[in-house]
């Protein structure tokens, strides 16, 4: 099955400072790279997704990377700020030609601290 | 809030009981899931079902149970031979296609007392 390595479990930037979370994953078939934010007590939310026939992928602030020949993807996050402050989670998953996908695998998640 | 509910938000387990959380959703999506969420470990597939009446285990499926006879709702049984049950389950649901996000519901924290 599908392992989602995620580094690091915790980073903590100054405000306006950028942020790089990373992560690898080990099933070439995965073509579908979510990434979830969770405040504390909080469900969590998706704030941006990449597919493997994309290379990069943007979002104001929030832009996402995917290397497929290496099988690692990074979220970047520049001008942080407090509200940034959560831990997030990157995860992969297979999404079939038919249609439907595999559950997500995720990684561990990095709590991210945005210092003022 | 969001279109798919989870209850109860807290529940309390005897050792040696059976019970059931319950995951309802009102998007329309075929496919939902479970993730068990434990401190330093992220999100763990339970189980998860893209049709109605059929469903497949994930990574960490024993000691639960799943049935998905409605397409709303897909309850997860966590039964007495799942070692240690202690943690917070999240139910998500998603659309067939390209579109997969997953939405989550605000989670069942379950404590064996």
């Known amino acids: ?9 915790t980073l903590s930037v100054q405000e306006g400072d950028s942020a790089v979370i990373k992560c690898t994953y080990s ?11 969770q405040e504390l ?9 990449i597919r493997s026939n994309v290379g990069e992928k943007k979002d104001q602030r929030i832009a996402v990377t995917l290397n497929k020949t290496a099988k690692h993807f990074s979220l970047h996050i ?10 997030y989670f990157c995860a992969a998953s297979r999404m079939r030609s038919g249609g439907g996908a595999d559950g997500l695998t995720f990684g561990k998640g990095t709590h991210l601290i945005i210092q003022p | 809030d969001g279109g798919i509910t989870q209850s109860p938000k807290y529940l309390f387990r005897k050792e040696g009981q059976n019970v ?5 959703q009102n998007l329309n999506h075929d496919a939902m899931y479970w993730y068990r969420q434990d401190p330093g470990q992220g999100l763990r597939l339970i189980y998860y079902s893209q049709i109605v009446n059929d469903f497949q285990k994930g990574d960490i499926a024993e000691g639960y149970s799943v049935s998905r006879e409605k397409k ?10 799942q070692k240690n049950p202690t943690a ?26």
Request: a negative charge.
């Open chain 2, 88 to 113: 917070f389950y999240l139910c998500a649901s998603s659309r067939q296609g390209r579109n997969t996000e997953a939405f989550f519901g605000q989670g069942t924290r379950l404590t064996v007392v």
């Open chain 2, 72 to 81: 709303e709702s897909f309850p997860l049984t966590v039964t007495s031979a």
């Open chain 1, 78 to 87: 520049t001008e942080t700020q407090p509200e940034d402050s959560a831990v």
């Open chain 1, 1 to 9: 099955g599908e392992n989602v390595e995620q580094h690091p479990s």
């Open chain 1, 41 to 49: 007590g909080k469900r969590p939310q998706l704030i941006i997704d």
């Open chain 2, 20 to 24: 059931t959380l319950s995951c309802e």
């Open chain 1, 27 to 37: 099933d070439s078939a995965s073509n579908y790279f979510p990434w979830y934010k």
